[in-house]
C-alpha cells in the first residue's frame, strides 16, 4: 500500500488541538470544584459527577487524529481508526452542519469523515489526498466529489498564498 505507517503526513496542530481539550475539560472541572467549595455545597458525590462531566467535555472535544500516506488516509479518534483508500475513493461529500464536515468513501466500502479545515492547515495531508484522489478520478472509480476536491483545492491554495504573503511581509 505504499509508504509505511512512519513517513505519512500527518496533522502537525493535533497535539496543540489535544492540549486545548484538556485545557477545557481542566478549566471546567476546576471552576465547578471552586464554585461548590465557595457555595458550601462540594460533597465527594458532587466532586465526582463534576470529574464525570469534565471526562464528557474531554471525549466530545476529542480532535481526531488524520494521516496519510500513499493510497490511505486514516482518522483516529479515542476508540477506533477509521482508514480510507485514497487511490479507490467512489466519493468525496462536503456534509453541512454545525461544523463542516468531509466524507470520504472508497470502493471497500471504508468511510472517513475529517474537518476540511485539517486540509487546509496541512498542505502535506492534502497534497497526499489530492495525487491520490486524481489516481481514483484517472481510473474512473470517483465519480461524486470532484467538485468538492476542486473548492478545498482553490481554498488550500489561497491560505498557502496569504501565509506566505504574511510571513513575507507582503500583505
Do not use: K
Not at 488516509?73 to 477509521?82: A, I, N, Q, V
Amino acid at each position: 500500500m505504499g509508504r509505511p505507517y512512519d513517513a505519512a503526513a500527518q496533522d502537525r496542530q493535533w497535539a496543540r488541538d489535544l492540549r486545548g481539550t484538556f485545557r477545557c475539560a481542566g478549566a471546567l472541572l476546576g471552576l465547578l470544584l471552586v464554585a461548590d467549595h465557595f457555595g458550601g455545597r462540594l460533597t465527594l458525590w458532587r466532586g465526582a459527577l463534576w470529574l464525570a462531566l469534565a471526562v464528557l467535555l474531554f471525549v466530545v472535544l476529542y480532535p481526531a487524529r488524520v494521516r496519510a500516506g500513499e493510497g490511505w488516509l486514516s482518522s483516529r479518534g479515542l476508540l477506533r481508526e477509521r482508514r480510507v483508500r485514497t487511490d479507490r475513493l467512489v466519493s468525496v461529500r462536503c456534509l453541512d452542519g454545525v461544523s463542516q464536515r468531509l466524507l470520504l468513501r472508497d470502493e471497500f466500502g471504508d468511510r472517513v469523515e475529517i474537518d476540511p479545515d485539517v486540509l487546509v492547515n496541512n498542505p502535506d495531508l492534502w497534497h497526499r489526498l489530492a495525487e491520490d484522489s486524481r489516481r481514483s478520478l484517472a481510473s474512473g472509480t470517483l465519480t461524486c466529489g470532484a467538485t468538492v476536491l476542486r473548492r478545498i483545492a482553490e481554498r488550500v491554495e489561497r491560505e498557502t498564498a496569504e501565509t506566505v504573503f504574511r510571513v513575507s511581509g507582503l500583505e
